[in-house]
C-alpha cells in the first residue's frame, strides 16, 4: 500500500523567512505532484516532478524530487502573506500517473 | 489550461435523499475520472476511478451501493450519494485525465446533509 507523509503538517512563519516542506513516499514512483488548496477551494497544480532530481520553480517556491529516497521537497523563499494555504504533495499508484494517493497537507500560515 | 466543472458547487440534503454530483470535461474527452472525498482539515481520499463506458473501480472500504458512479460519455461522470446521512458530509472532488497524460480537478462540491 502506497503511503505518503508530509512534514510538518502545521507551519506558522513570518514573512521573509524560508522554509521547507517535506514529503515521503513508500514505493517506487517516477511522477509527484505539489498542489494548493485554499480554504473552501478545490485543488491548483503547482509542480509536476518527473524525474529523478528534478527541479522547478515558480515564482517564491521551489519543488524537487529524488526517487532514491522517496523524497521530494518543496521550499518556500522569502515567504509572503499570499502563501498561506495548504500544501498537498501527492503520487501516482496503481499504474495510472493520475491515481493519486495524497499526504496529509501542510497548513501553512505566513504571519506579517 | 483544459477545464472540468463540478456541479452543484454546494448542495443541502435531508437525510435519507440522494444527492447527484456531476463532473464535466469542458473541452477534452475525458477517458478517466477520479473521485476524492475530502472531510474537514483533512486530505483528500480516493473514492473510485471511472472509466468511460465501463463500471467504477471503488477504493477499499467505499459502499458502490452507495455512491454510485457513472462515466457514460467522455465529458460526463456521475456521483450519487444513496441515502444519505449526517456521516456522508463531505467535500467532494473529481479530476478529469485523457489517456492519462494530464489531470484536472473540478472545483469540488460540498455536501451537507441534515
Known amino acids: 500500500e502506497l503511503k505518503v507523509e508530509q512534514n510538518p503538517l502545521f507551519l506558522s512563519m513570518q514573512e521573509g523567512k524560508n522554509y521547507t516542506i517535506y514529503c515521503n513516499y513508500s514505493?517506487?514512483?517516477?511522477?509527484l505532484y505539489w498542489y494548493r488548496q485554499d480554504p473552501g477551494k478545490s485543488l491548483e497544480s503547482l509542480f509536476v516532478l518527473l524525474s529523478n532530481g528534478a527541479v522547478k520553480q515558480e515564482g517564491r517556491l521551489m519543488a524537487s524530487l529524488d526517487t532514491k529516497a522517496r523524497l521530494s521537497t518543496l521550499h518556500i523563499t522569502a515567504a509572503v502573506h499570499d502563501l498561506s494555504a495548504t500544501y498537498f504533495c501527492a503520487v501516482g499508484s496503481g499504474g495510472s500517473n493520475y491515481k493519486l494517493t495524497f499526504g496529509k497537507g501542510t497548513l501553512l500560515t505566513v504571519n506579517p | 489550461g483544459a477545464v472540468v466543472s463540478q456541479h452543484p458547487s454546494w448542495v443541502i440534503c435531508k437525510s435519507g435523499t440522494s444527492v447527484k454530483i456531476e463532473c464535466r470535461s469542458l473541452d477534452f474527452q475525458a477517458t478517466t475520472m477520479f473521485w476524492y472525498r475530502q472531510f474537514p482539515k483533512q486530505s483528500l481520499m480516493l473514492m473510485a476511478t471511472?472509466?468511460?463506458?465501463?463500471?467504477?473501480?471503488?477504493e477499499q472500504g467505499v459502499e458502490k451501493d452507495k455512491f454510485l458512479i457513472n462515466h457514460a460519455s467522455l465529458t460526463l461522470s456521475t456521483l450519487t450519494v444513496t441515502s444519505a446521512h449526517p456521516e456522508d458530509s463531505s467535500f467532494y472532488i473529481c479530476?478529469?485525465?485523457?489517456?492519462?497524460?494530464?489531470?484536472?480537478f473540478g472545483q469540488g462540491t460540498r455536501l451537507t446533509v441534515v
Open positions: 479530476s478529469a485525465t485523457y489517456l492519462n497524460t494530464e489531470a484536472f
Open positions: 514505493t517506487t514512483s517516477d511522477r
Open positions: 471511472s472509466n468511460e463506458g465501463s463500471k467504477a473501480t471503488y
